[in-house]
Structure formats: C-alpha cells, structure tokens
C-alpha cells in the first residue's frame, strides 16, 4: 500500500478491521436474510453496495487520504463483501425447488465448480492490471467494480425470472 503512503504496522491494523467487521457482515445479512427479506432480495443490494464501494475508492481514498479514512472504508467494506460472500450460498439453495429438496447438495457443489474458474483467474487479472499500471490500483479498481455490476445485473434478472415484477415479495 505504498501508493497510499501507509506505514506498515497500520496496514495490518487495516487489514485487521476489515476481517473484524467482516465477522458481523457473515452473520447480520444472513439474520435480516432469514426473518425479513429472502436470501436473493438480500444478495442485491449488498452486491449494488459492494460495488459502489470499489468505486467510491477510486475517488474518495486518494482524495482524502487519512489513516482513520482508510479504516472506516475498510471496516464498511470488509462488513458488505463478507455479507456478499455468506449469503451466496444461501441464494443457491434458495433457487431448489421444495419438491427436489435433496438435490440442494449437487446443485451447490456444481455451482461452486462454476465460480472456482473465475475465483482462479481474478486474482491474476488483478495482479496484472496492478502490473500494467506500475503498481496503480485503478484498472483492478475499475475492472472488480464492473465485474460486481455485471453480476448485479445477473441477479436482477434472476428475481424478475422468479417473480416477475413483484416487489414485495420474500425471495
């Protein structure tokens, strides 16, 4: 995090706050998940936000660059991004129909194959993206930003898919 001319030891604490704050982002959207809304009407706006975030980055951090900036960010982001993560496969089950309940299991495992593709190459693209840009964090910024909107739109279509254009509805 040179770039951003951090010091070591509180690039950690940084670190720190994000997978602290990502412990109650694993468990509260789960929780509103299960009592109000439904695991995909939940996967929606923590993706939108999660996405947002990745851009605000782009344009807050660098401009108001502080240590305590850079832990509330951390801590917002690591709380929304956890959140994305545990209820995904919540989602997954979700979409089984009540009557093939047992086939939960198979259809889990073969989305997870799936994901495992591009879970396998991001982190190279990033790590390329960082190269091209001399150690700039923009074009990975841009490119992770899109790639969340890319999926955001994906779950759109799979709600209206479900339910059509109901709005009120626990899904």
Known sequence: MTEFSIPTDRSFTILIILNACGIAGRLLPNLVSDLWLGPLNTMIPLTLISSLLIYLWIII??????????????????????????????????????????????????????????????????????????????????????????????????RFARVGRKVVIKI
Do not use: E, N, W
């Not at 979409?95 to 593709?117: A, F, N």
């Not at 964090?137 to 992770?144: E, K």
């Open 61 to 158: 951090v660098p401009k108001h660059a502080s240590i305590t900036g850079y832990m509330v960010f951390a801590g917002v982001y690591g709380f929304v991004s956890a959140g994305v993560l545990s209820v995904f496969p919540a989602v997954c089950a979700s979409l089984v129909p009540p009557d093939k309940i047992q086939m939960v299991g198979v259809r889990l495992g073969m989305i997870m194959t799936c994901i495992s593709i591009p879970v396998l190459v991001g982190p190279p693209i990033g790590g390329a993206l960082l190269q091209a840009s001399q150690g700039g964090y923009l074009g990975a910024q841009l490119f992770f930003g899109t790639v969340l909107l890319v999926a955001l739109g994906f779950l759109i279509a799979l």
